[in-house]
Nanobody, 124 residues
């Protein structure tokens, strides 16, 4: 199985940028479809972005499309989420997850492995 550790969260002003990293161990990120989810206080966990195991296809939630970019570096065994033009509504705990499926996956039930999360706070 794979272990995931997120890093890079913090406090940023609206309009700013932040980059999250998800370092994997135990298995390689290229063996899984990888995803980012987020959960704000009092809200359900929601899909943010995914990159597929096969072909590295990407898919984004409408709320982040054009602002966030997911990428994968197999040599570093790490998945990234670059977040630009941040808004206060992006404030949440961000989770990295791994799914044993070949294509993009937007549902959290597809993901078997989760990191501990990293807090992102966007001030207005």
């Amino acid at each position: 199985q794979v272990q995931l550790v997120e890093s890079g969260g913090g406090l940023v002003q609206a309009g700013g940028s932040l980059g999250l990293s998800c370092a994997a161990s135990g298995r390689t990120v290229s063996e899984y479809t990888m995803g980012w989810f987020r959960q704000a206080p009092g809200k359900d966990r929601e899909f943010v972005a995914t990159i597929s195991r096969i072909a590295g296809s990407t898919y984004y939630a409408n709320s982040v499309k054009g602002r966030f970019t997911i990428s994968r570096d197999s040599t570093k065994n790490t998945v990234y989420l670059q977040m630009n033009s941040l808004k206060p509504e992006d404030t949440a705990v961000y989770y990295c997850a791994a799914a044993p499926v070949p294509g993009v996956a937007t549902g959290y039930r597809a993901y078997n492995y989760w990191g501990q999360g990293t807090q992102v706070t966007v001030s207005s």
